[in-house]
């Protein structure tokens, strides 16, 4: 269904059977066990093993995730870390979707797109607003930065610490380890 979407890149087919699929035991929920919930308005539910090809309607949903994390060390078990995270994050979802639907079947468009919107606004009150921690903004870079692939950050090439990083020249600078190191002459101490 993604042909034309990375097509480049290695991929990985992950089937979720929202029914057999374990979740993290955190999110279990006997309520939002598709193995024991059956919806009063559909009559559909408690998907037995072997449920799709025995239940009608299905839904089949796709969902296409790329994950790029270029740290040399970390880029195999981050990346394996987030698909992970993002593979729970579904199946969570969609069982919990298949839970819930005598409570959304009978809305209308209109009436999902209200009930987002009052969710969205219940829970920003409830966690707050945070500003964004990161802005970006078109600084010009000076002539002294280096070039670089284009994935890769433009980085000035100065010896200057910004002067959110300078130590205040008032302040005394720490030393760690002496400045130089001694060591014994070993042709003496063979004598």
């Known amino acids: 269904i993604f042909d034309n979407e990375a097509k480049d890149l290695e991929r990985e087919v992950c089937f979720i059977d929202i029914a057999s699929d374990e979740i993290p ?13 059956k919806s009063q308005k559909t009559g559909r539910g408690q998907l037995k093993e ?3 090809e025995t239940h009608q309607p299905i839904m089949c949903s796709y969902k296409l995730v790329t994950v790029k994390f270029e740290v040399w060390g970390l880029q195999t078990r981050v ?7 993002v593979r729970d994050i579904l199946l969570i979802g969609h069982r919990q979707a298949f839970a819930w639907v005598d409570e959304w079947y009978d809305m209308t468009m209109d009436e999902v797109r209200e009930f987002e919107r009052a969710t969205q ?39 200057d610490a910004p002067d959110f990083l300078t130590v205040p020249k008032d302040r005394p600078r720490k030393k760690s380890a002496p ?12 004598n």
């Open 25 to 37: 035991e955190r999110y279990y929920k006997e309520s939002e066990d598709p193995k024991y919930f």
């Open 50 to 52: 072997g449920w799709r």
């Open 79 to 85: 990346e394996q870390f987030v698909h992970k995270v």
């Open 121 to 159: 606004e219940a829970t920003n009150k409830k966690i707050g607003i945070f500003p964004p921690e990161i802005s970006i903004s078109n600084i010009s870079m000076p002539s002294s930065t280096r070039s670089a692939p284009s994935s890769a950050p433009s980085t000035p090439l100065s010896t």
């Open 179 to 190: 400045e130089t190191l001694t060591l014994p002459d070993p042709e003496k101490k063979k």
